[in-house]
Nanobody, 128 residues
């Protein structure tokens, strides 16, 4: 069974930066595409950024493009979300998720329901 553990959340002022990390264990990491999603109270979970199994393809939501970047280290079984120029509207619980790519899938899915495993989430709060 895959386990995902997020870290790096916290409280930051608007304009600041945070770096979220997700540690993957339990299966072969490079058989999975990875994604970051977020959810704030009263809203649906939304795609933030994703990266395919070998890091060759990444996607990000329009709302974070140019501010957030995703990367992965297949030797360390980790995926990272670097968040810069944070805004109060970025406040949410951020979730790491794994999407099985062993069937040769190369694209990054943006739909939460297509991901197979989820972490517990880490809170990010951006104050104005």
């Amino acid at each position: 069974q895959v386990q995902l553990v997020e870290s790096g959340g916290g409280l930051v002022q608007a304009g600041g930066s945070l770096r979220l990390s997700c540690k993957f264990s339990g299966r072969t990491f490079n058989m999975y595409a990875m994604g970051w999603f977020r959810q704030s109270p009263g809203k649906e979970r939304e795609f933030v950024a994703g990266i395919n199994w070998n890091g060759g393809i990444s996607e990000s939501a329009d709302s974070v493009r140019g501010r957030f970047s995703i990367s992965r280290d297949n030797a360390r079984n980790t995926v990272t979300l670097q968040m810069n120029s944070l805004k109060p509207e970025d406040t949410a619980v951020y979730y790491c998720a794994a999407d099985w790519a062993g069937d040769g899938t190369v694209e990054v899915n943006t739909t939460p329901g297509l991901y197979d495993f989820w972490g517990q989430g880490t809170q990010v709060t951006v104050s104005s």
